[in-house]
């Protein structure tokens, strides 16, 4: 990337504002990740059945969550390149309409996964441990309730990301997932629940989450606000702005994590072992990536705003500093999780066979990650601020079935690399995207794309 030089009186945002963007961005990513690693800590106390049932359906809920995620970005884009036009009135209509959208569409989802519960425990899943089954069946009879207030919440924080101020959605973040936390204690070891005791602090802070989310989506102080929830009804020609850009964020988003299903299918059926290796390194690895992640939305929000102003100079000039960051916050990432990774393993409670594969796949992926995922999912943010969404949907969805599905059934199965073939197979998909993407980047045609 070419070094880019804007004086600091003309440039959009401060190092103050980038700061008060991306710390609370980072924490509270950090809670969501830190949280998920202390249920899966949690519930192994329960068994390996337990943690490997969570983790099955916590890949159907990461697909459900990030199509609303996917389609409330769309939303912020189009909001945060009305702030960068200085158009408030448009802003506003664009955070209803995602947020009405978001509340219908996740209704139907709900009701969709309660009727095909068989399919989705005996068809997607395959052949499984009985045990592994009835845990599944109770965890996901109780977390699929909770889908209309995430998604709420999720198109509420994406406004508020979209304004700069993510500050907000840090706090929801902090007592939705204390609430949580605290639950899984009482329930767990307390109560001696199962995996039901799990599930429902799950479901219940995230109803809360939802509910508080809308309540401050009405305050009329924040440039992007919901000015009125009493007749609210859809307006065709925003929200087809929206969607133009929700719905390939939503697809590439949606594929990649029913990729992730399908390759998961394939583990299950290397053994409970390999299900709960997989499981323990996917919430340990997810935390390994949460810098990057964080200068991801940092960097969706602030390309948006700059190409509402017409500014492309200051997208590229934000896009350099915010990847570095990104590589930055890898490298501390990853150093402190190789560092403790003995006692991860240790706190885990798993068999000595089981551990040694988390570890080795850890290790791999702490090394691939620091090279890699900036280029590879940082980077495309600035792309799909700038209404190139069609590009990073191909590119993201070609990979995905070409390498990290095809390329995990050659190397885990053909090639008896069991589960740590499956995150081989990961890392090419990386590469390809990351090459595509540079390319791209390089290029001026991102730069004329239209909502």
Not at 25 to 37: K, M, R, S, T, Y
Not at 69 to 84: D, K, M, S
Not at 105 to 118: N, P, Q, R
Not at 183 to 199: D, H, P, R, T
């Amino acid at each position: 990337m070419k070094e880019i030089s804007i004086s600091e009186k003309n440039r959009l945002f401060s190092k103050k504002d980038l700061q008060r963007l991306i710390i609370p961005l980072f924490i509270e990513q950090f809670l969501a990740i830190f949280v998920g690693l202390a249920d899966s800590i949690m519930v192994s106390s329960v068994g390996e059945a337990a943690v490997s049932a969570v983790s099955l359906i916590d890949t159907i809920m990461i697909l459900l969550i990030n199509i609303f995620t996917a389609l409330a970005t769309g939303g912020a884009i189009v909001a945060g390149q009305a702030i960068g036009r200085k158009k408030a009135e448009e802003g506003c209509e664009a955070a209803e309409q995602t947020l009405l959208f978001s509340a219908v569409f996740s209704i139907v989802i709900m009701a969709l996964v309660y009727i095909g519960k068989w399919g989705i425990l005996h068809v997607v899943f395959g052949k499984i441990e009985p045990e592994v089954m009835s845990n599944c069946n109770i965890y996901l009879m109780i977390v699929t309730s909770s889908i209309p207030f995430l998604a709420i919440y999720n198109s509420g924080a994406a406004m508020y990301r979209a304004m700069g101020d993510s500050k907000t959605p840090m706090k929801m973040s902090i007592v939705m997932n204390g609430l949580n936390l605290a639950g899984n204690a009482v329930l767990l070891y307390g109560l001696g629940f199962g995996v039901e005791g799990a599930a429902i602090p799950t479901a219940l802070s995230r109803m809360f989450a939802g509910v508080w989310m809308l309540f401050c989506m009405r305050d009329k102080g924040k440039i992007l606000h919901v000015r009125t929830l009493r007749g609210l009804r859809f307006k065709k020609k925003m929200l087809g702005r929206i969607l133009h850009l929700g719905i390939p964020c939503s697809l590439e988003n949606s594929m990649f994590q029913l990729g992730k299903i399908l390759v998961l299918s394939l583990v299950s059926g290397f053994g409970t072992a390999s299900i709960a290796a997989n499981a323990v390194c996917n919430s340990v690895c997810a935390f390994a990536i949460l810098g990057g992640m964080s200068m991801g939305y940092a960097l969706s929000s602030v390309s948006a705003q700059c190409v509402g102003a017409g500014d492309y100079k200051q997208v590229r000039y934000y896009t350099r500093k915010l990847m570095g960051y990104s590589y930055l916050s890898l490298v501390a990432m990853n150093v402190l999780i190789v560092s403790c990774l003995s006692f991860i393993i240790r706190i885990y409670n798993l068999s000595p066979h089981t551990g040694e594969m988390a570890r080795e796949i850890i290790l791999y992926h702490a090394v691939c990650a620091i090279f890699i995922w900036p280029i590879a999912f940082t980077l495309p943010n600035t792309l799909r601020a700038a209404n190139d969404v069609g590009f990073c949907m191909v590119v993201s969805i070609v990979s995905m079935w070409i390498f990290r599905i095809g390329m995990s059934y050659i190397l885990g199965k053909n090639f008896g690399m069991g589960v740590f073939g499956v995150w081989v197979a990961m890392t090419i998909d990386w590469v390809v995207r990351a090459v595509f993407f540079v390319f791209r980047y390089r290029g001026t045609k991102w730069e004329i794309r239209k909502a």
